[in-house]
């Protein structure tokens, strides 16, 4: 998306500079409309230079151009060349020449004295969200008045229906004004044949429906899309007002719900277009729709029609010419009869649940210019037959069909296509050859369409003017051309998953994404790559070698995501100078140095440590290299980075406390579940093209594959496999945000902190084949999200706590190698007395009763060897005691005896 | 030679070119129906993208190493809502954790139809309605805990017949009839039962019908 509105930037400004150029070298040019006879009317000259003073033209405005007696001979003036006198003023700002003007101050009431003004335009100007004036209700011969995107507000003054005489009304795109009542003026405009009002809110307006059921017959174009209307179709006053005479109807963008009412079009027979898309309308088309002859654009898209696709189109009159029903609930399959419908340019059926094979009729659209089918449920072949007569196709979206393009391989179309995607079509296993015909392609998707073929010689220079590019997920082989460059459209290649060889080409200029990911792109980096505006560089999985060259800092200024993975990389990773960034075009979050938010480098051989700032970095992974040391501090100074994989290098030393204070992963509020801002820009653009990029992360003991938005939510510290030492450092329970911990295979000794119970989030935590020991705090149990856990060989000792989600890990495994550990779900049982806890059930009060038990054992150990052991270290006590127990038992016995002697008698003289 | 050494690395690539990329993903589907109902106040349901393949990478959920779903883990999640009927269509779930959050309605018989569940931890929610008689289904189950819901009826007498069920707790609802003594019941401790002020006791068998009093 971004990259879309930057191109358009620039396409608009290239005009707008042809624009001024123009006004400088032709003047004649921009005086066209007042070059005709006729001296200005002195009274009209003095009203408009009265309202010029009101204006504020600070950033300049064609109003600068007002000086001279002849006000006739002003730009944006037009005279009447009968009389004389001022007819038109045409004072739209074009935003390209002037892009700042400004009118904030009031308009001048002394416009009035043009008296025979039939024409006002005053759209994009800037007017500050205040009132129109209520003087403009007065030009009596108004005819056209234009006020659209000019930043009005507040209510609509109710003399603007006095202008009786006005036909074309345009209020489009005032966000700001607050329509409350539309009866007062809108209805009085009795000769309206234009009103448009898109974009302007009327949710508050509650008479809308009222007002709209009495504007005139002469109405012919009606323009409420994006209004926030909320109704159902069925209240459209259509039927029953003067209306009947619309040509186009265009009600986008808001809320009308519930179907199409049969009689609502009833006698609407003049109706040319009707716009409805992105509205909540259900049901069928009704059969009334078929009455309105004169109907050539219908466009339904992104609501929810539903019912049969071939009933649906024998309601449609045969004239339609553009039929827009993409992104609704349509089943069934296409009719044969579609060659009845020989108007048809547009036939947009994608997103729905058509079923079945595509007609053979469909290929007699003579007038069939966009075809787009794409995800559907169609099957069968696609032949020759089904485009014999589309001469004039230029779009083509076949894209998530099940489809199977059968053409012969000497076919050669009789159409020219700009665009056109036929991915997870059937293509192959031969590259298309018809595609060689297709010298005008922008836009060329093919990916997973069963492709094992080599690329054909011919393809470059075909696809020349190709601005985006996918053949991913095929088979196809080949060796990449040496240079890209003469693809000076292309804002996006994507060949990942395929079987190209060579090096990497030198790029494009304008060049965006390149994904080139899963082939066998081998040898060293170029030194020239010869990009600059490259966001995504996409090569993992691959073959190159070498060091990664420091001339890749300078060219890759816009990078944002660089996927090295899975490579023979070696040496250090360049040393970007943060100084030499002059190209900032994009910015505001990017402060200093390199762009660079995801850097994955894993499984290479690299040895030595970023030596640059990377403000900006979300994700550094850098498993499976060869680093050594201890991990850099620096990378704490990271205040976004959210994923640090580090594991299986050669890191030793501790894990410093400062390593463990990421900003990023700690909890600012109590619900930071938001993305970070960073990675919420990258959200965006990875969301135009939404699949082909994702990164593997070993969590769960399982190695996931994050795409899309999901990718940004994961927070993760890996440091496994490396040879740490130390204690676990107790601050790490600042890091709430991590869902997964890997510490494991590393030499780390202590107790695992109590404070691991402030790691709020946490998934996945693995600390196995360790040295850790001491006992299990029981306090983990606190950690409700907790679904895998690994403490497999340390060792640590007593009962393994329960509760919580402690209670659901009922594998042994992950207390396995911890010889002195007791308890479920471990087969050893705790002898007496070790610190016990009890076999019950957690209950909701569960914890407070473990800490319970955990303080009586505490107390019964602690008074047992107060007394135990103080005999056992003093001889004299001990003594004592032996010998106050002897006497104690020495009475006893004689007690014990004398009283069985009597009781012996007592029973005997009886 | 290179070629060759090549061909393992061709393989894979050749599965993963040939494994379908746009599956149905029924589960992914089932929890995502699941998830339209629900209020997420914290958002720690945000992650829960339908688009993707499968809902293993969804935050709470975990796959096994088949892309099945095998646990769900919202505890202390601030969520509320009803427990929908699409749970039931989660066949490989072990682990159900959803206590201590604002669950409400009743709990759906479709749960019977988790035949692998180990654990269904449902406790501290709002839940009404009665338990269901489906559970007798759940063959695997190893820990029930029902505690401190709203739960009315008795309890099924079907749950005596889950042999693996080592832990239950239906404390704190309001429970009627009497407390079944056969098969793992008969090692249940009182405190798993206490506060449900209609619930009499242990079952006396041919003497009084056991939801008497309901």
Known sequence: MAKLTSSTTHGVLVLSLCLLLLHIFSPALSLETTKLRGSCVASERDALLTFKEGINTLHGSLLSSWEGQDCCRWRGVLCSNKTGHVVKLDLRVNLDEFPWASMSSNISPSLLALEHLNYLDLSFNYFGGQQIPKFMGSFKNLKYLNLSNANFGGSVPPQLGNLTMLRHLDLAGNYNLHLVDLVAWLPRLSSLKHLDMSYVNLSAAVDWVQALSMLPASLRILDLSYCNLNATLASLPLYSSNITALVTLDLEGNDFHGPIPDWLLGNMTSLEEFWLRGNDLVGMMPETMKNLHKLKVIDLRWNQINGDIAELMERLPHKIQSLYLGGNNLNGSLPNWIDNMTSLSTLDLGYNSLTGYIPSGIGKLTNLSYLELSSNQLVGMILEYHFTSLTRLETLYLYNTSLTMGVHPNWIPPFRLKEVDLSYCKLGPHFPAWIQSQTNITFLGMSSAGITDKLPNWFWNVISRVQYLDLSLNQISGVLPMTLEFLSTAESIILHSNQFKGRLPKLPMGLWYLDLSRNYISGPLPLNLGIVELNFLLLSNNLISGTIPSSLCNQLQSLEVLDLSNNHLSGQLPQCQTSGNSFRAKSDWRDVGCYLVIVSFYNNSLSAWIGTRLPNLVFLLLKYNMFSGHIPIKLSKLDHLQVLDLAHNNLSGTIDLSLVKFKAMTLTSPYTSDLNTIAANIVENIDVYSDPFSLFVITKGQILQYRKVNIFFLFSLDLSGNSLTGEIPEQIGALARLKNLNLSANRLIGNIPETINGLLSLESLDLSNNELFGEIPPILSVLTFLSHLNLSYNNLLGRIPSGGQLETFLDPTIYIGNNNLCGPPTSKNCSGNQTTMSDLPEHEDGYDMSSFYLSMGLGFAMGFWMIFGALLFKRTWRTTYFLFVDDICDRMYVFMVLKWARLNARIKKK | ?214
Not at chain 2, 74 to 94: D, K, T, V, W
Request: proline share 7%.
């Open chain 2, 1 to 214: 030679m290179a070629s060759l050494s090549l061909l393992p690395f061709s393989f894979v690539l050749f599965l993963l070119a040939a494994s379908p990329v746009i599956s149905t993903n029924s589960e992914g589907e089932a929890l995502h129906a699941l998830r339209t109902k629900l209020s997420d106040p914290t958002n720690v349901l945000q992650s829960w993208d339908p688009t993707l393949v499968n809902p293993c990478t969804w935050f709470h959920v975990t796959c096994d190493d088949r892309n099945r779903v095998i646990r769900l883990d919202l505890g202390n999640s601030n969520i509320s809502g009803p427990l929908g009927p699409e749970l039931g269509r989660l066949q490989h779930l072990q682990y159900l954790e959803l206590y201590r959050n604002n669950f409400e309605g009743k709990i759906p018989e479709e749960l019977g139809n988790l035949k692998n569940l180990i654990s269904m931890d449902l406790y501290g929610n709002h839940l009404q309605g009665q338990i269901p008689k489906s559970f007798g289904k759940l063959k695997s189950l190893r820990f029930l805990r029902l505690n401190n819901n709203k739960l009315k009826g008795s309890i099924p007498r079907e749950l005596a017949s889950l042999s693996n069920l080592k832990v239950i707790d239906l404390s704190n609802n309001d429970l009627c009839g009497t407390i079944p003594i056969d098969g793992p019941f008969s090692t249940f401790p009182p405190q798993s039962f206490e506060n449900n002020s209609r619930l009499n006791g242990p079952e006396l068998q041919g003497l009084v019908p056991y939801d008497f009093g309901c």
